[in-house]
């Protein structure tokens, strides 16, 4: 039998399936992917808490909807930290990062088209979940080698812990599953 963790984000109810992540560990996985109706609210909602901003950035994959969103509401533009470097990019800054949904390090890559955008500029920094804030911190520091000054880290769920943090504005808390 499946199990579900129900909850209610930015006023609409979402059965999120539980996943175990190790032995001792298991997640509620919220994916944004193909959920419109919550996209569009959750960034509404989010854009009402979140501080003035000259530009967004966020992590490839799962933070994109939320970005896009955010983006076009406010009319203002969107940067993605990718996880491999692209032909495009002409001269790609790395950053690790280790994700709790991940097996392996990852690395983010930004263009130094993109870093220049984000130079002397007020950044959001978005995603859909923060859990241990690995990812966040990745992107801090791309923010930091570009130059830009955070203003706000914004995201739909605070997993865990981080749901206790003061530096984050969030929708709603999501519990971690022990055993």
Not at 6 to 34: Q, W, Y
Not at 93 to 116: E, F, H, P, R
Not at 147 to 174: C, H, M, N, S, Y
């Amino acid at each position: 039998m499946d199990q579900f963790y129900t909850m209610t984000i930015a006023g609409h109810k979402r059965d999120l399936p539980i996943c175990e992540v190790n032995e001792h560990l298991s997640i509620a996985a919220f994916n944004m992917f193909s959920d419109v109706e919550i996209t569009i609210a959750t960034a509404t909602e989010l854009l009402k808490r979140v501080p003035d901003f000259d530009v967004l950035i966020t992590a490839e994959s799962k933070g994109i909807p939320l970005a896009y969103e955010m983006s076009r509401q406010s009319g203002k533009r969107y940067i993605l930290a990718r996880k491999s470097a692209k032909l495009y990019m002409k001269k790609p800054v790395a950053v690790d990062v280790k994700s709790i949904t991940t097996a392996k390090i990852q690395t983010l890559y930004l263009d130094s088209d993109d870093m220049a955008h984000l130079k002397d500029k007020s950044v959001l920094i978005v995603d859909d979940v923060i859990s241990t804030g690995e990812s966040l911190a990745a992107l801090e520091n791309l923010v930091h080698k570009s130059g830009g000054k955070i203003v706000g880290r914004a995201t739909v769920l605070a997993e865990g812990d981080a749901a206790k943090r003061d530096d984050i504005i969030f929708l709603e808390p999501l519990p971690l599953f022990t055993k």
